[in-house]
């Protein structure tokens, strides 16, 4: 069964179009085209200070400038590894602007993970902020080529009377000072920019690679995503169809999701950014910082994940406030329970907001979502219909073969926010992306799910084992291998323990080497073996010891069965 933006469930969409004209522009063209139709509103806030459409995009052409006179052209990769930041936007729009394609990675990744990153895509600089300069200038001998280091401030991006007490910050007492070489300010290639006249010829094409992100991929190791400009592009313009709301233009998206996150970039940013809407920037998630934002900036739009919405519940001085400005809540990137949306459902509508959360679903391989629950019409458990253009249909596991309705299967995708594919694997690219008998490209999520005969989607779970913790995805088998990598380690099995307001959480268990005994300052030692090894969001939150690990009968550790110990 194959549903399409043709399908009958199309009365539930209200006003959606069937289809959707394309531009064959790059992103920056997209947001340019946007920043000439809309010059005074505002792109983005951050932290109090206002940028509006015309500015930013002034932002954007410098830092182009800048960007080639430090040699970066078409084709070159540069790692942003930044949090929701403005240079961050600027950096990113600039690298598509002269054809360079942005590298996004998690700036809380181990060392390790960052040389691996910068490793995998040739990367010639990356961009971080002034905090995780010792981290990532550490692991500069490990690059494999020349990289440059570029060193972005919070300060500089502040309102005057901010900058001034930015000083006596929590956050800046913890930067340690820099040294006086070894990286190039941002704030300097800025005023290399400002001194050329001329930018170079816009030559990209909306079929270029936009950006790399990362996930897994079928296997489980670490694949960087090769996704186009047309990706992102549809991806948004989708978006804005779907949503239900006639012009998102003026509104006020929450962007808290990370940057280097396909649901942040894609939704949080890009988005908001060619419809016109204005991006509330968020560096750092706190239940605190996040009810400030609510109450005194009244978002009308907020993109997120499960724990996001929970959050919502746990904020004390959000009590008598009033929600009303809400117009979208959009929950991805994990599975919203059925229990936790009727509790935030019901918060939200004693709080005088007449939305629902709405939930969908998607992978990177398709930037983020191409699904998602129409608007004011919900089935239980339900994770929505295709976005228009976008094609679903369920298969029998590791065939091409099509399942009738209501029946599990592999959830296969097709449509214009499919990948390139994955950099430097045609191996596994060849595995995911399949042509099958119709003459379409398939994009096989490894994904467990139905349809019903309406052409409503219900994912069930990984076809492959996977952590999802705080809407980020954990291969057990990365950290397993990092484990049994110590000295005194002789096996270890990682799982995903339920978890409140995480969903999972990561377990390790451990059977130490013969003559190695568990103690206390063992569990500490291989804690702090993985921190410098694995990323913050994906560390074992717990750490136990066992003689012996349960098997199969084949002589596999039977993860299956510490599953079920942990979650029943």
């Known amino acids: 069964m194959r549903i399409s933006a043709q399908a009958p469930w199309l009365a539930y969409y209200g006003n959606t179009p069937h289809s959707i004209d394309y531009p064959h522009k790059t992103m920056y063209q997209l947001v340019a085209q946007t920043a000439r139709r809309v010059p005074n509103q505002k792109a983005y806030e951050f932290m109090g200070k206002t940028t509006t459409y015309a500015e930013f995009l002034q932002r954007v052409d410098t830092a182009a400038k800048g960007l080639t006179q430090l040699g970066i052209g078409r084709g070159d990769r540069v790692t942003i590894c930044m949090a929701n930041t403005p240079q961050a936007l600027d950096c990113f729009y600039a690298l598509n602007r002269i054809g360079a394609i942005p590298n996004m990675i998690h700036p809380l990744s181990a060392a390790k993970e960052i040389a691996f990153y910068l490793n ?184 997120g994940v499960p724990t996001l919405f929970e959050a919502l519940l746990r904020a004390d001085t959000l009590k008598d406030v009033d929600l009303g400005f809400l117009k979208g809540i959009f929950s991805g990137g994990d599975t919203l329970s059925t229990e936790l949306k009727k509790k935030v459902d019901a918060f939200l509508k004693a709080h005088g907001c007449t939305e629902q959360i709405r939930e969908g679903y998607g992978t990177t391989e398709c930037v983020t979502a191409s699904c998602l629950t129409p608007k004011d019409y919900a089935r239980s458990g339900s994770i929505g219909v295709p976005f228009p253009d976008t094609y679903y249909k369920i298969v029998k596991p590791g065939t091409t073969e099509e399942l009738p309705p209501n029946t599990d299967g592999e959830i296969c995708v097709s449509g214009p926010t499919v990948m390139i594919g994955y950099m430097d694997n045609p191996q596994e690219t060849a595995q995911t992306l399949q042509r099958h008998y119709d003459g379409r490209i398939w994009l096989h999520t490894g994904d467990l799910g139905r349809m019903d005969q309406d052409g409503f989607v219900y994912f069930r779970q990984r076809l492959k084992r996977m952590i999802i913790t705080s809407g980020y995805n954990v291969y057990p088998s990365q950290i397993e291998n990092i484990l049994d990598g110590h000295p005194k380690v002789l096996l270890s099995c990682v799982i995903g323990v339920k978890d409140s307001y995480r969903v999972q959480r990561v377990k390790a268990f451990v059977v130490p080497m013969p003559g190695v005994e568990p103690t206390p300052e063992l569990k500490q030692e291989l804690l702090a073996y993985c921190a410098t090894r694995i990323a913050k969001y994906a560390m074992p939150r717990e750490l136990e010891f066992r003689k012996e690990l349960p098997k199969t009968l084949v002589g596999k550790v039977a993860y299956r069965v510490l599953e079920e110990e942990e979650n029943q």
């Open 120 to 303: 995998v895509s040739h990367s010639k600089a990356i961009l971080t902020l002034d905090q995780f300069y010792d981290k990532v200038s550490g692991i500069i001998p490990e690059v494999q080529q020349p990289c440059t280091i570029l060193i972005a401030r919070i300060q500089d991006e502040l309102p005057a009377g901010k900058r001034l007490l930015y000083p006596l910050t929590k956050t800046a007492r913890a930067v340690q000072s820099l040294p006086k070489k070894g990286y190039l300010l941002w704030s300097q290639v800025l005023a290399q920019g400002r001194k050329e006249t001329k930018l170079p010829e816009d030559c990209g094409r909306f079929d270029d690679c936009g950006a790399i992100l990362y996930s897994g991929g079928t296997t489980g190791t670490t694949k960087g995503i090769l996704l186009s400009n047309l990706n992102f592009n549809a991806l948004g313009l989708q978006t804005i169809a779907a949503s239900g709301l006639e012009d998102v233009s003026g509104m006020k998206m929450l962007s808290i999701m990370p940057v280097f996150h396909g649901f942040g970039l894609g939704i949080g940013i890009h988005t908001a950014l060619i419809g016109g809407a204005c991006c509330i920037l968020v560096p750092q998630f706190s239940v605190k910082a996040y009810a400030d934002i609510l109450k005194k900036q009244k978002p009308n739009l907020i993109p």
